[in-house]
Nanobody
Framework: QVQLVESGGGLVQAGGSLRLSCTAS????????MRWFRQAPGKEREFVAA????????IYADSVKGRFTISRDNAKNTLYLQMNSLKAEDTAVYYC?????????????WGQGTQVTVSS
């Protein structure tokens, strides 16, 4: 069982930056993909970015491409999301997820979420 804990959320002005972290409670054996999702009030959870835990190949949603960077530190069992040029529409609860496959629809473990609020 992998437990994920997000941190780094907060309140920031539009145009500012934040870095989210997602730390796993144990070694990431059998984890192939890590993802960030977000859920804004009244909206469905949406995909933000993904990284292959082995190859570091990354994928981004069009809405964040060029502004957000996903990365990982295997030694620290930690996933990051660097968010730059933040916009009001980036306001959401951000969740990290870990998958034991590369399937885009399978996420086996979830964090509890961290709130990001961007003021305009």
């Amino acid at each position: 069982q992998v437990q994920l804990v997000e941190s780094g959320g907060g309140l920031v002005q539009a145009g500012g930056s934040l870095r989210l972290s997602c730390t796993a409670s144990s070694r990431m054996f059998n984890i192939y993909t890590m993802r960030w999702f977000r859920q804004a009030p009244g909206k469905e959870r949406e995909f933000v970015a993904a990284i292959n835990w082995i190859t570091s190949i990354t994928i981004y949603a069009d809405s964040v491409k060029g502004r957000f960077t996903i990365s990982r530190d295997n030694a620290k069992n930690t996933l990051y999301l660097q968010m730059n040029s933040l916009k009001a529409e980036d306001t959401a609860v951000y969740y990290c997820a870990a998958s034991r496959t590369t399937s885009p629809t399978q996420n086996d473990y979830w964090g509890q979420g961290t709130q990001v609020t961007v003021s305009s």
